[in-house]
């Protein structure tokens, strides 16, 4: 009787190679941290609350220069005028300037065209794939019926046992066979039968504690203590119900938000600065001075 050689399976977990077959989610622990979720988006409300920086002042902007060129097309550049640089009797140099024929670089006009006005044309290959690669591409679901059972085994691959001799299956009964007899005198067949039956000790069995090799056979459970601790335990989604404890956990404190003080100069050009009032830094006398240094002569001053 033929024997079928064991065959090799694809395991149901992980990521399924096979089309037909949907690969199972898979799940993993974060590695995020509070300043990744501090820049995630949720909404515009939660954006405008969690801007931390100033609007810029007046010195932030910088303003380009109304002398000279314009970088801004909105705005005309004024005309410039120079001393001019030229050297005299150039006219004479200019027909010893010009380029000939040969000064100028055509670039080719087969292969890659580099410049942009000019189209590329196509270049066809000898292709560089192999038939084993022809055979992976799927085409329909009638086409890939024609490849059932391509990695099935062949007929040779199967090893039948000989009909003949002695049956190592013990479903198959050997057949009796007949020699010529070398024993000596006096050797009886009990005897003989005894010595070549195998002992206790011969068999190998497989233990029946831990894993269990043989399919036919179930291994029992193996309890063990935990390795989980208080932060995994958070991790673990439970219901929508349970998810509602967290809400809120990583949203910034009431310490995270910086307030501009309310007295003195305003940055933000939304709040008005109040006035403000000091000591003058003027000198004292300066009104006598004035007026001794401009005032009038007296009638003493006169020389009659």
């Known amino acids: 009787m033929a024997t079928a050689s064991p065959q090799s399976t694809r395991s149901m977990f992980g ?36 801007s931390t920086g100033a609007p810029p002042g007046p010195s932030a902007y910088s303003l380009k220069n109304s002398i000279g060129a314009q970088p801004d097309a909105r705005k005309a550049s004024a005309p410039t005028w120079a001393f001019g640089t030229a050297e005299r009797f150039t006219y004479e140099k200019k027909s010893a300037a010009n380029p000939g024929p040969g000064a100028y670089q055509s670039n080719s006009a087969l292969g890659a065209q580099v410049s942009s006005n000019q189209q590329s044309q196509p270049k066809f290959g000898f292709g560089t794939s192999e ?12 086409h890939n019926k024609a490849r059932h059972g391509i990695d099935s085994p062949g007929p040779m691959a199967y090893n039948s046992k000989g009909a003949f001799n002695k049956q190592d299956v013990s479903k198959q009964k ?21 010595a070549t039956s195998p002992g206790p000790g011969a068999y190998n069995a497989s233990t029946s504690v831990g894993n269990q090799v043989q399919s036919t056979r179930t291994s029992a459970p ?18 929508p119900e349970h998810e509602k404890i967290n809400a809120g956990k990583h949203s910034p404190g009431p310490v995270s ?27 004292r006398w300066t009104s006598q001075e004035k007026a001794t240094r401009g005032s009038t002569p007296g009638p003493g001053s006169y020389v009659v």
Do not use: D
Request: hydrophobic fraction near 25%; glycine fraction near 8%.
């Open 15 to 50: 990521s399924q190679v096979n089309s037909k077959r949907s690969s199972a989610p898979s799940y993993g622990f974060g590695s995020s941290n509070r300043q990744h979720a501090s820049k995630m988006f949720i909404s515009q409300e939660h954006a405008a609350l969690s």
């Open 131 to 142: 038939r084993k690669h022809v055979a992976g591409v799927f085409v329909s679901e009638e």
């Open 174 to 194: 050997t057949a009796p066979s007949w020699v010529f007899g070398s024993s000596g005198r006096f050797n009886y067949e009990h005897v003989k039968r005894a």
């Open 222 to 239: 193996q309890p063990g203590f935990g390795t989980s601790n208080r932060e995994h335990q958070a991790k673990c989604y439970l219901s």
């Open 257 to 283: 938000y910086t307030l501009h003080e309310s007295t003195g100069r305003q940055t933000s050009s939304k709040n008005q600065s109040m006035p403000s009032w000091g000591f003058g830094t003027a000198n």
